[in-house]
């Protein structure tokens, strides 16, 4: 029989909506077992079950303590018949988010804001874990209703008379969020009060709360039109004065109810047992495992003949630059000329006279060429730490894949690729050589997961290029998984479960099934502008290498090219390209881009990349040697054909330039003179210059730098890389090189400052803004242009027009207030 009882507050809670000792595989499962019981108490229909689905999807309703607090979608609110809330008590508890269990759901139904009443009868238990633990273990639900529906305030909040000395700043605001200070809210206004040392009190009318404690600050029940004091004690306190003033005007969390279904496939969050990496290529497989295992060649050490063996070694060094030849024409017909690239960057490795020369010298007078071979790939690979660009080789695991190849031409293997499986699966393997993972055929290879490696690391570009969700950075755990059995890998979440349940697999193949959705919506819409919901424009451009790719980049969807990586016009050849030549390469960019902007950035090579011709000395240290713009300060023929071929393309095109690695103004000074000066023989038009900003001292002297560009483009890769000084590509580190360091993010935010004071214009072109929630973040930050792959930029442009300016303005403060990567994300 039904126990009614209101209170003053209309939290309506009865016996027979209180399921005590209830079990749940999955958060999904409790959120759905507590609204049945809100539709067995008369309190919806039993449509609200499936937005309070989705609600959990767009926005998570763990509130702390053990406690969440599942709803609809405000715009679902008619399905609701009568306000009220029903309880599931979960003794064993449930994992709702990483890290947090849930034991009690208080699935609400709420009219109007009476959520807000309703949150506040919850705060009296969530300030006390004693209480929470005797209503998690109780058999009696008269105990749940009694301590959930009455309203009574608790010690955490003060009267005015009892506010300690000192709070002797203090602003006044007013809430202006459609629900009041409600739980996310207060939830922002929490985390932004806490990145400060100051002390924070929020006094609304005679009560005051703790403005870092979200308990506390619920307790106060404001409501929207409110006026509350925020008040602070502290050296900065007028800053957290300040910040949370401009939180609270652009609408801390304020409910948008107009927002559109979030198709942005957040990570899966399954009940089955998870292996976790680092997300590197996005989407979902289901498939069995299967382990792939490099081929270990073997080979006689010692040999009779050296003459033989060094011709031997010869014919395999020929035979396999050959092959890599024709590998990269191959894959930059079918991925595009940044994946042919790495390719290309494998036969320079290979063509490098000093590695023959140093191998055949160890073959007198008894190696077999295998063995001198193996020894000479081992030495270089161990002193290359890794590589710098996503785009190009040099890292370690290239070395050792050119070696395999060459091993394999030495001994008359075959390649190991033709050893995959013909059925579908998801391949395990210790680490993949680009030359294993451009062969994938994506029909058979439906996802990847590897122990080492990192989300920049080629076989992660490849994947991505091949469509091919991907787990990097894994363990060595994985190499040990069972075989049989059907895994999920969810490329976005970085994670692998290796036995899923039945309810899981439905789980993600449901997921596979909205991402099919969203990836058909936002390539549909590719041509659209990236305009947010509240009508702010966000100029979404290309990242290409190659004259072809300006045309396919606008397919895409792209509004221009805002990095042209020119290094690949000096690629995979024995001399560098002609000014002609490069006029002609950027003839076709602004035929193709038809009055759109192209950025040109100046060769940006050097130190560890093989250039051969080049004849480029040996670095210690090549990541902090003569790369970029020191490079080409440096070799005037290489600079000034260039900086012609560029200027005359202005002439004819939108072409702006950019000068990649500035770090410090005197070479900034130096390419800009250098232009000029060819500009002027020329006598072409006056261009934009602009600057990567991508190396520490260009954040920390921006405002300076600001006075002399016009814009700057931020390389979130290198940027990473030189502020956590953790090299892009090391094989064990990558993974850590993360670009949502809230480092990295603070170094976005102080450049934008410093642009935006001297009215210019920020961009981002690292790989970053190619990623939907960082592009969120980014655009949030003040960025105004964001360049990525062309493959990313339908799913770029339509995570922005989900969302509006103010929602990413508060993504982004979050953001800067956190102090890891991990929890960057968790937002
Ligand atoms: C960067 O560093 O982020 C960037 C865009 O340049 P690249 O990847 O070519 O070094
Ligand atoms: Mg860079």
């Given at each position: 029989?039904?126990?009614?009882?209101?209170?003053?507050?209309?939290?309506?809670?009865?016996?027979?909506?209180?399921q005590?000792n209830?079990?749940?595989?999955?958060?999904l499962?409790?959120i759905?077992?507590?609204?049945?019981?809100l539709?067995?108490g008369?309190?919806?229909?039993?449509?609200?079950i499936?937005s309070?689905?989705?609600?959990e999807?767009?926005?998570?309703?763990?509130?702390?303590?053990g406690?969440?607090?599942?709803?609809g979608?405000?715009?679902d609110?008619?399905l609701?018949?009568?306000?009220?809330?029903?309880v599931?008590?979960?003794?064993?508890?449930?994992?709702?988010?990483?890290g947090?269990t849930?034991?009690?759901?208080?699935?609400?139904a709420?009219?109007?804001?009476?959520?807000?009443q309703?949150?506040?009868?919850?705060?009296?238990?969530?300030?006390?874990?004693?209480l929470?633990?005797?209503?998690?273990?109780t058999q009696?639900?008269?105990?749940?209703?009694?301590?959930?529906t009455?309203?009574?305030?608790?010690?955490?909040?003060?009267?005015?008379?009892?506010l300690?000395?000192g709070?002797?700043q203090q602003?006044?605001?007013?809430?202006?969020?459609?629900?009041?200070?409600?739980?996310?809210?207060?939830?922002?206004?929490?985390?932004?009060?806490?990145?400060?040392?100051a002390d924070?009190?929020?006094?609304?009318?005679e009560?005051?709360?703790n403005?870092k404690?979200?308990?506390?600050?619920?307790?106060l029940?404001?409501?929207?039109?409110?006026?509350?004091?925020?008040?602070?004690?502290?050296?900065d306190?007028?800053?957290?004065?300040?910040?949370l003033?401009n939180?609270?005007?652009?609408?801390?969390?304020?409910?948008?109810?107009?927002?559109?279904?979030?198709?942005?496939?957040?990570?899966?969050?399954l009940?089955?047992?998870?292996?976790?990496?680092?997300?590197?290529?996005?989407?979902?497989?289901?498939?069995p495992?299967?382990?792939?295992?490099?081929?270990t060649?073997?080979f006689?050490?010692?040999?009779?003949?050296?003459?033989?063996?060094?011709?031997?070694?010869?014919?395999?060094?020929?035979?396999?630059?050959g092959?890599?030849?024709?590998?990269?024409?191959?894959?930059?017909q079918?991925?595009?000329t940044?994946?042919?690239?790495?390719?290309?960057?494998?036969?320079?490795?290979?063509?490098d006279?000093?590695l023959?020369?140093?191998?055949?010298t160890?073959?007198?007078?008894?190696?077999s060429?295998?063995w001198?071979?193996?020894?000479?790939?081992?030495?270089r690979?161990?002193?290359l730490?890794?590589?710098?660009?996503?785009?190009?080789?040099?890292?370690?695991?290239?070395v050792?894949?050119?070696?395999?190849?060459?091993?394999?031409?030495?001994?008359?293997?075959?390649?190991?690729?033709?050893?995959?499986?013909?059925?579908?699966?998801?391949?395990?393997a210790?680490?993949l050589?680009?030359?294993?993972?451009?062969?994938?055929d994506?029909?058979?290879?439906?996802?990847i997961?590897?122990?080492?490696?990192?989300?920049?690391s080629?076989t992660?570009?490849?994947a991505?290029?091949?469509?091919?969700?991907?787990?990097?950075?894994?363990?060595?755990?994985?190499?040990?998984l069972a075989?049989?059995?059907t895994?999920?890998?969810?490329?976005n979440g970085?994670?692998?479960?290796?036995?899923?349940?039945?309810e899981?697999?439905?789980?993600?193949?449901?997921?596979?099934?909205?991402?099919?959705?969203a990836?058909?919506?936002?390539?549909?819409?590719?041509f659209?502008?990236?305009?947010?919901?509240?009508?702010?424009?966000?100029?979404?451009?290309?990242?290409?290498g190659?004259?072809?790719?300006?045309?396919?980049?606008?397919?895409?969807?792209?509004?221009?090219?805002?990095l042209l990586?020119?290094?690949?016009?000096?690629?995979g050849?024995?001399?560098?390209?002609?000014?002609?030549?490069?006029?002609a390469?950027?003839?076709?960019?602004?035929?193709?881009?038809?009055?759109l902007?192209?950025?040109v950035?100046?060769l940006?090579?050097g130190?560890?990349?093989?250039?051969?011709?080049?004849?480029?000395?040996?670095?210690?240290?090549?990541?902090?040697g003569?790369?970029?713009?020191?490079?080409?300060?440096?070799?005037?023929?290489?600079?000034?054909?260039?900086?012609?071929?560029?200027?005359?393309?202005?002439?004819?095109?939108y072409?702006?330039?950019?000068?990649?690695?500035?770090?410090?103004?005197?070479?900034?000074?130096?390419a800009?003179?250098?232009?000029?000066?060819?500009?002027?023989?020329?006598?072409t038009?006056?261009?934009?210059?602009?600057?990567?900003v991508?190396?520490?001292?260009?954040?920390?002297?921006?405002?300076e730098?600001?006075?002399?560009v016009?814009?700057?483009?931020i390389?979130?890769?290198d940027?990473t890389q030189y502020?956590?000084?953790?090299?892009?590509?090391h094989?064990?580190?990558?993974a850590?090189?993360?670009?949502?360091?809230?480092a990295?993010?603070?170094?976005i935010?102080?450049?934008?400052?410093a642009?935006?004071?001297?009215?210019?214009?920020?961009?981002?072109?690292g790989g970053?803004?190619?990623?939907p929630?960082?592009?969120?973040?980014?655009?949030?930050?003040?960025v105004?242009?964001?360049?990525?792959?062309?493959?990313?930029?339908?799913a770029?442009?339509?995570?922005?027009?989900?969302?509006?300016?103010?929602q990413?303005?508060?993504?982004?403060?979050?953001?800067?207030?956190?102090?890891?990567a991990?929890?960057?994300?968790?937002l």
């Amino acid at each position: 029989m039904a126990v009614r009882k209101e209170t003053q507050f209309m939290v309506s809670l009865s016996a027979d909506v209180v399921q005590l000792n209830a079990t749940v595989a999955t958060k999904l499962d409790a959120i759905r077992q507590v609204g049945q019981l809100l539709v067995k108490g008369g309190h919806i229909q039993a449509g609200y079950i499936d937005s309070m689905v989705a609600r959990e999807s767009a926005a998570n309703t763990y509130l702390g303590n053990g406690i969440a607090i599942p709803h609809g979608l405000p715009q679902d609110r008619e399905l609701i018949l009568q306000t009220g809330i029903a309880v599931t008590q979960l003794p064993q508890g449930v994992e709702w988010n990483p890290g947090e269990t849930v034991h009690l759901v208080v699935g609400i139904a709420a009219k109007s804001d009476e959520h807000l009443q309703i949150l506040r009868n919850l705060t009296h238990v969530l300030d006390d874990p004693a209480l929470i633990q005797r209503l998690v273990q109780t058999q009696n639900a008269q105990e749940i209703i009694e301590q959930l529906t009455q309203g009574e305030s608790s010690p955490s909040v003060q009267k005015p008379t009892e506010l300690e000395p000192g709070f002797d700043q203090q602003v006044e605001v007013q809430i202006t969020g459609a629900a009041g200070l409600h739980a996310r809210p207060a939830t922002a206004f929490a985390a932004l009060a806490s990145a400060f040392e100051a002390d924070i009190r929020v006094q609304a009318g005679e009560e005051i709360a703790n403005g870092k404690s979200l308990m506390s600050l619920l307790k106060l029940g404001v409501e929207s039109g409110q006026s509350i004091r925020i008040l602070a004690r502290g050296k900065d306190g007028a800053a957290a004065l300040k910040a949370l003033q401009n939180a609270i005007a652009t609408g801390l969390e304020a409910e948008e109810p107009e927002a559109e279904p979030d198709l942005d496939l957040p990570a899966l969050t399954l009940a089955s047992k998870a292996i976790i990496g680092v997300a590197a290529a996005p989407g979902i497989a289901i498939a069995p495992l299967h382990h792939h295992h490099t081929q270990t060649l073997s080979f006689a050490d010692t040999a009779p003949n050296p003459a033989a063996e060094a011709e031997n070694l010869r014919r395999a060094v020929a035979a396999a630059l050959g092959e890599l030849t024709a590998l990269q024409q191959q894959v930059q017909q079918q991925l595009g000329t940044a994946q042919g690239a790495i390719f290309a960057a494998h036969h320079a490795l290979l063509a490098d006279p000093d590695l023959i020369e140093s191998a055949l010298t160890q073959i007198p007078p008894n190696r077999s060429a295998a063995w001198a071979w193996q020894q000479t790939i081992e030495a270089r690979a161990q002193s290359l730490a890794a590589l710098s660009n996503e785009t190009l080789a040099g890292r370690a695991a290239d070395v050792r894949d050119v070696g395999q190849r060459v091993l394999r031409h030495l001994l008359g293997e075959v390649e190991t690729a033709s050893e995959l499986p013909t059925t579908p699966v998801i391949l395990i393997a210790a680490e993949l050589t680009p030359s294993d993972t451009a062969s994938l055929d994506p029909q058979r290879i439906l996802g990847i997961c590897t122990a080492t490696g990192g989300p920049t690391s080629h076989t992660a570009i490849l994947a991505r290029s091949l469509k091919i969700p991907a787990v990097v950075g894994a363990g060595a755990a994985v190499l040990d998984l069972a075989t049989g059995g059907t895994a999920i890998l969810d490329g976005n979440g970085g994670c692998l479960y290796p036995q899923p349940s039945a309810e899981d697999l439905t789980q993600a193949r449901q997921r596979q099934g909205e991402l099919q959705v969203a990836q058909d919506g936002a390539l549909r819409s590719r041509f659209q502008p990236a305009l947010t919901r509240d009508g702010h424009r966000v100029e979404v451009v290309a990242n290409i290498g190659a004259a072809p790719e300006a045309a396919a980049a606008i397919e895409a969807g792209a509004e221009g090219v805002g990095l042209l990586r020119t290094e690949f016009l000096f690629l995979g050849r024995d001399q560098p390209p002609s000014e002609a030549e490069q006029f002609a390469a950027l003839q076709e960019m602004t035929q193709a881009l038809n009055g759109l902007p192209l950025i040109v950035r100046t060769l940006d090579i050097g130190g560890d990349k093989a250039v051969p011709y080049l004849k480029l000395p040996a670095e210690d240290n090549p990541f902090l040697g003569v790369r970029g713009i020191r490079l080409c300060l440096q070799e005037p023929d290489l600079f000034i054909p260039q900086l012609r071929a560029i200027c005359r393309a202005a002439a004819i095109g939108y072409v702006r330039i950019m000068f990649p690695m500035i770090a410090t103004l005197e070479d900034l000074r130096a390419a800009k003179a250098q232009l000029e000066a060819v500009r002027v023989e020329l006598e072409t038009p006056p261009i934009e210059v602009g600057m990567m900003v991508e190396v520490p001292s260009a954040v920390l002297m921006a405002a300076e730098f600001a006075q002399e560009v016009d814009f700057f483009s931020i390389g979130t890769n290198d940027l990473t890389q030189y502020l956590l000084a953790m090299d892009r590509g090391h094989p064990t580190l990558a993974a850590a090189a993360d670009a949502l360091h809230p480092a990295v993010l603070r170094a976005i935010h102080q450049t934008v400052q410093a642009a935006e004071a001297a009215g210019k214009w920020v961009g981002v072109c690292g790989g970053l803004a190619g990623d939907p929630p960082g592009a969120s973040l980014l655009v949030g930050l003040g960025v105004k242009e964001l360049s990525a792959s062309p493959a990313s930029i339908p799913a770029v442009k339509a995570a922005l027009r989900r969302q509006s300016l103010p929602q990413m303005q508060r993504l982004a403060q979050r953001a800067l207030s956190c102090s890891t990567a991990a929890e960057v994300r968790a937002l």
